[in-house]
């Protein structure tokens, strides 16, 4: 089993859309979770970075985090065409891998106008 | 932009060959991380280094190899080229020694190897 699961898609949605991104893990040692972007033949962007459990909004995205169930999701109201783009998970155990960030490998994300 | 620097942005070379993949960091961050990116394999931590330091290590081969200048800036190098090797090789940059999941990524440097 792999550390960190994710859902390849492709994943597409017609504009104005709530997108609902999710990952499990099986680590519980992982306390820092985070969502990255990446657009095509770019490198990831950092959108959201979370401690331990609960909610962190920012504009339209939310990540949610639910240690109990080792399960993350990030959440895109009012979508745009320009949200689409590859999201990555990544979770971080702090006091183990000094650093050692471990991804999901990504959902690839369609918003069509 | 992220204000990390990767060069080259394209590397197309023959197996067995050897290559030298440049970053450099955002201003006033110490830490440098390098990572492979493949389609089956996801993006994936090779090594760490801090202020000059290695910090960490992740599933990097032994044909290859890394290291942090004076001046902070990182090469990683890859040897003995297998077709295999070939992906996007990505550095990232942060501010703290361990521990940072706020890590500033490069444009990514392409290796092709034929």
């Known amino acids: 089993q792999k550390e960190v699961e994710q859902d390849p898609g492709p994943l597409s949605v017609p504009e104005g859309a709530i997108v609902s991104l999710n990952c499990t893990y099986s680590n519980s040692a992982f306390q820092y979770f985070m969502w990255y972007r990446q657009y095509s033949r770019k490198g990831p962007e950092l959108l959201m970075y979370t401690y331990s459990s609960g909610n962190k909004e920012d504009g339209r995205f939310t990540a949610q985090v639910d240690k109990s169930s080792k399960y993350i999701s990030l959440f895109i109201r009012d979508s745009q065409p320009s949200d689409s783009a590859t999201y990555l998970c990544a979770m971080l155990d702090y006091g183990g891998s000094q650093g050692n960030l471990i991804f999901g490998k990504g959902t690839k994300l369609s918003v069509k106008p | 932009d992220s204000g990390v620097t990767q060069t080259p942005k394209h590397l197309i070379t023959a197996t067995g060959q050897r290559v030298t993949l440049r970053c450099s960091p955002r201003s006033g961050d110490l830490s440098v991380y390098w990572y492979q990116q493949s389609l089956d394999q996801g993006l994936q931590f090779l090594i760490q280094?801090?202020?000059?330091?290695?910090?960490a290590k992740g599933n990097i081969l032994e044909r290859f190899s890394a290291q942090q200048f004076p001046d902070l800036h990182s090469e990683l190098n890859l040897s003995s080229l297998e077709l295999g090797d070939s992906a996007l090789y990505f550095c990232a940059s942060s501010v703290r020694s361990a521990g940072d999941g706020e890590q500033y990524f490069g444009p990514g440097t392409r290796l092709t190897v034929t």
């Open positions: 280094y801090y202020n000059g330091e290695e910090r």
